[in-house]
């Protein structure tokens, strides 16, 4: 019988990579969600529309991204998965976040 300790697991790139971009990209989308509701309940809307949308809609794209390396970095042996899986859900939450403020503002 074999007792000697498991192989330690490689560290896993591509998901700490997915994390970063995943929080970066759901704390990006809701400054600037939160930002645009702010312009439509004060009025101001017309003036930052497109600086907001363009802004909001480049940081779901980031959450895009981390999706992508996050679904990559989920790929392989032996490697940790926790941070792929949670940056890919970020990456996720980011991506839903900008449609559900383009909905409200459009709404609004």
């Known amino acids: 019988m074999d007792t000697s300790p498991p192989p330690p697991k490689e560290p896993n790139t591509l998901g700490n990579a997915s994390l970063a971009l995943g929080i970066a990209s759901t704390a990006l989308v809701f400054g600037i969600g939160l930002c645009a509701i ?58 839903c976040l900008f449609l559900a403020f383009v909905n409200a503002v459009r709404g609004g």
């Not at 439509?40 to 003036?47: F, P």
């Not at 895009?64 to 939450?93: S, W």
């Open 38 to 95: 702010t312009a439509v309940a004060q009025g101001w809307i017309d003036l930052a529309r497109t600086p907001l949308f363009v802004c909001g809609a480049s940081s779901a794209f980031v959450g895009l991204l981390a999706a992508f390396v996050g679904a990559a970095g989920l790929i392989g042996r032996n490697r940790p998965r926790a941070t792929a899986i949670v940056g890919l859900i970020l990456g996720m939450a980011g991506i």
